[in-house]
C-alpha cells in the first residue's frame, strides 16, 4: 500500500509543477498578461478631455483601432477608438473614443 501512495504522490507532483508553472507564467509573465497589467495601471492616468498625443504618451500605441459606430441608429460616427490589451480574465479590451477634434471623449474599463 505504502508504493502506491507513494506513486500516486509522484504523479500528482509531476502534473501539477508544470501545470502551476503554465497559470504562473498565463497571468504574470507571458507579453499579454505584462501589457494589460501595464495599461491597467497606465489607464488611471487618462481623462476624458486630453488630447490624443496625450493618451498616446499615457498608453502607448494601441492594440487596435476601429471606427466608433452609434449601435441604436448603426451609423458609424466621426473619430476612432482605441483598444488596449486588458488584464487576464478581463472580457473586454480597454477602450478610449478619440472625437472628430481629437482629444478623448470616454473611457471604458472594459467588462
Do not use: C
Not at 498616446?56 to 466621426?78: A, I, N, S
Not at 487576464?88 to 471623449?105: E, K, M, N
Amino acid at each position: 500500500m505504502r508504493s502506491f501512495t507513494k506513486v500516486a504522490l509522484t504523479v500528482a507532483a509531476a502534473v501539477m509543477a508544470p501545470l502551476t508553472v503554465l497559470v504562473f507564467y498565463s497571468f504574470w509573465l507571458s507579453p499579454e498578461a505584462r501589457e494589460g497589467n501595464r495599461n491597467r495601471r497606465n489607464i488611471q492616468q487618462v481623462q476624458a478631455g486630453m488630447t490624443r498625443n496625450d493618451l498616446l504618451r499615457v498608453m502607448g500605441p494601441p492594440t487596435f483601432v476601429k471606427p466608433p459606430m452609434d449601435w441604436r441608429e448603426g451609423t458609424q460616427r466621426e473619430g476612432q477608438v482605441y483598444l488596449y490589451q486588458s488584464p487576464p480574465l478581463a472580457s473586454d479590451f480597454f477602450q478610449f473614443y478619440i472625437g472628430a477634434d481629437s482629444t478623448v471623449r470616454s473611457v471604458n474599463y472594459g467588462d
